[in-house]
């Protein structure tokens, strides 16, 4: 089975700087996208960071220029590299990633960690 797994979380005042790590395991053949999620108390899931398999990226106008996102294919993992934090960035952060399953070829299929709790004062 797979098994997706955030890590990094963590109280950081503003203007410093976290790194979350999500890392997969199991019978993975590959990995196509990997994405950063948050959720903040009493807002909606949003979606913060992209990266595709050929490691282009995208992000929320909200975290351009202070967030990275990153992976590194031989660990199957994605890293998202937080800058300059502001106590709006507050929420679960959530990743998921869409895993080609080893000998289940024909499809990738989404698989979500559990979440990392990132909290900035002010």
Request: positive net charge.
């Amino acid at each position: 089975q797979v098994q997706v797994v955030e890590s990094g979380g963590g109280l950081v005042q503003a203007g410093g700087s976290l790194r979350l790590s999500c890392a997969a395991s199991g019978s993975i053949f590959s990995i196509n996208n990997m994405n950063w999620h948050r959720q903040a108390p009493g807002k909606q899931r949003e979606l913060v960071a992209t990266i595709t398999r050929g490691g282009s990226t995208n992000y929320a106008d909200s975290v351009k220029g202070r967030f990275t996102i990153s992976r590194d294919d031989a660990k199957n993992t994605v890293y998202l590299q937080m800058n300059s934090l502001k106590p709006e960035d507050t929420a679960v952060y959530y990743c998921n990633a869409y895993i080609v399953v080893s000998g289940q070829y024909l499809v990738a299929h989404d698989y979500w960690g559990r979440g990392t709790q990132v909290t900035v004062t002010s």
